[in-house]
């Protein structure tokens, strides 16, 4: 089931997310209907904060990008902790489905060390480099109430403020189903 995207300004977006038990009602569907969402709108991650669920769980396909690194990039991140990020600090140019038409350059570090849970509840722990990396890292921000706009300096989301009131307002076109916080 394609599920609404929550734009930006909404309130869930900026709350810290729960953990989520290995009883959660619903998981495997959600997982699954978490991807179907995510490819609706073309996204290669979406975290669960997203479709309006305070949950620390994001999805991530990195299918979309033409790079062989990240083409196989097909992960669950069930109540993921990152132990570390290493490496040079690099920009990358990001969006975000709760942002819609809004791109801006990022810097992140270039390795993570990750701890999670996959869909079947198996422990891992992993390092990821590149555009895996910012992948996770951008989903992981969601989980923790962070937006990539808050990463950005105060000078770029000033000249930004009337794009994103617009989208927090709903004047904005998708095409995808959004939500926005005047819908609440």
Known sequence: MILPIYAYGDPVLKKKASPIEKDHPG????I??????????????LAAPQIGLSLRL?????????????KDFKQVFINPQIVEETG????????????????????RKETVL???????????????SGLAARIIQHEYDHIEGVLFT??????????LNKRLSDISSGNVKVDYKMRFPSQR
């Open 58 to 70: 994001f999805v991530t396909d990195g299918s979309p990008f033409e790079e062989d690194e990240v």
């Open 150 to 159: 808050d990463r950005i300096s105060p000078l770029r989301r000033k000249l």
């Open 88 to 107: 040079d600090p690099w920009k990358f140019n990001e969006g975000c489905l709760s942002i819609p038409h809004v791109r801006e350059d990022v810097s």
């Open 27 to 30: 998981l495997k569907e959600l």
């Open 114 to 128: 990750i701890e999670y849970y996959d869909e079947d509840w198996n422990f891992r722990r992993e390092l990821f």
């Open 32 to 45: 699954a209907n978490m991807y179907e969402t995510m490819y609706a709108s073309h996204g290669v991650g």
